[in-house]
């Protein structure tokens, strides 16, 4: 009969050792998972960056400008194709603005269903900054 309590006890301290990692770990798990996809997404804006910027030259050849300011995404539908295609990108890409100086975009957005990275040249560091944001729906109205 004593080997019967000690082995329940020994159960039971096993599952609460078990669930105390779980709840533990999980949140870890959880940053773990937000951390890689975020980077994923900035690996596709930096691939659309670079696309852009292959375009914008061979689009120099052609006396045609990469940004279309009359646009619905900044850009013509076959050069916004062309963009998701070099850069194998799936979300949604805005051409805020472009700079001429630099031959490169100004400013731009990518947006998939949980992210969105923005890009911005900074003219007086001379360099380019990244953001990226995790979306999250706050609240549905009109939906059943």
Same mark, same amino acid.
């Given at each position: 009969m004593h080997n019967k309590i000690n082995l329940s006890t020994g159960f039971k301290v096993l599952i609460i050792i078990i669930l105390l990692c779980?709840?533990? &770990?999980?949140? !870890? !798990?959880?940053c773990y998972d937000n951390y890689t996809r975020a980077r994923f997404v900035l690996d596709d804006a930096k691939n659309i960056q670079l696309a852009m910027r292959l375009l914008s030259i061979q689009y120099y050849g052609q006396d045609r400008n990469i940004y279309q300011p009359g646009e619905p995404y900044g850009m013509a539908e076959d050069t916004l194709n062309e963009i998701e295609y070099l850069s194998g990108a799936?979300? =949604?890409?805005? &051409?805020?603005?472009?700079?001429y100086d630099k031959a490169l975009p100004g400013k731009f957005f990518y947006q998939t269903d949980?992210? &969105?990275?923005?890009? =911005?040249?900074?003219?007086?560091?001379?360099e380019p900054e990244w953001s990226i944001y995790r979306l999250k729906k706050v609240m549905a109205l009109g939906e059943e």
């Open positions: 779980v709840f533990c &770990l999980s949140p !870890a !798990a959880y799936t979300g =949604e890409i805005t &051409l805020v603005y472009w700079n949980s992210f &969105l990275a923005v890009y =911005e040249y900074d003219a007086k560091r001379d």
